[in-house]
Antibody
Framework: QLQLQESGPGLVKPSETLSLTCTVS??????????WGWIRQPPGKGLEWIGC???????YYNPSLKSRVTISVDTSKNQFSLKLSSVTAADTAVYYC?????????????WGQGTLVTVSS | SFELTQPPSVSVSPGQTASITCSGD??????ASWYRQKPGQSPVLVIY???KRPSGIPERFSGSNSGNTATLTISGTQAMDEADYYC?????????FGTGTKVTVV
């Protein structure tokens, strides 16, 4: 059964770069049928798409975050990563990684358990 | 920009039917997915491609999508169905989520 696990610092200072890694187990990140995505959820609020990456390295980003986001993939480690630069308190959220199934349309399944990142000095 | 709007809350009695709507411009021209999120947990896919249920999702969950509205229907609602529900569609390579609906079983 495919599982995804987020990891990274739980506290980041304002203006610094948030870095998270998602480790995929129970399946290969190099499958042509999937993208690998990041989603976030501020405390008490709704879900926001950040972006996704294909095993080849091609990416799609949310236009509202594109200038600050980099998503990359490491197929040798079966991992993909998120970097969000110049963070502020508004970037405080639970960050989820998820598999994006590519078909007639795409859907997100499964999701990782999520990791809370707080931006504070 | 493409936006999806849901009612903030829906209340339903046990055993009754809950309907959650998701509105967006010409949403019926796209596929919709639905996710359930229980408190303190990550979202779980319950409907994809408008009407399909992943394995493990009970038959009481069903979906439809036409015109400007997608609908998630929970028939014979149980206490365990109490959660937040989010619709989702794609716009130019970006996943767009609905505003979310809290389903309360009372």
């Amino acid at each position: 059964q495919l599982q995804l696990q987020e990891s990274g610092p739980g506290l980041v200072k304002p203006s610094e770069t948030l870095s998270l890694t998602c480790t995929v187990s129970g399946g290969s990140i190099s499958s042509s049928s999937y993208y690998w995505g990041w989603i976030r959820q501020p405390p008490g609020k709704g879900l926001e798409w950040i972006g996704c990456v294909y095993y080849s390295g091609s990416t799609y980003y949310n236009p509202s975050l594109k200038s600050r986001v980099t998503i990359s993939v490491d197929t040798s480690k079966n991992q993909f990563s998120l970097k969000l630069s110049s963070v502020t308190a508004a970037d405080t959220a639970v960050y989820y990684c998820a598999r994006v199934v590519v078909d007639a349309n795409n859907w997100l399944d499964p999701w990782g358990q999520g990791t809370l990142v707080t931006v504070s000095s | 920009s493409f936006e999806l709007t849901q009612p903030p809350s829906v209340s339903v009695s046990p055993g009754q039917t809950a309907s959650i709507t998701c509105s967006g411009d010409k949403l019926g021209d796209r596929y919709a997915s639905w996710y359930r999120q229980k408190p303190g947990q990550s979202p779980v896919l319950v409907i994809y491609q408008d009407t399909k249920r992943p394995s493990g999702i009970p038959e009481r969950f069903s979906g439809s999508n036409s015109g400007n509205t997608a609908t998630l229907t929970i028939s014979g609602t149980q206490a365990m169905d109490e959660a937040d529900y989010y619709c989702q569609a794609w716009d130019s390579g970006t996943a767009v989520f609905g505003t979310g609906t809290k389903v309360t079983v009372v």
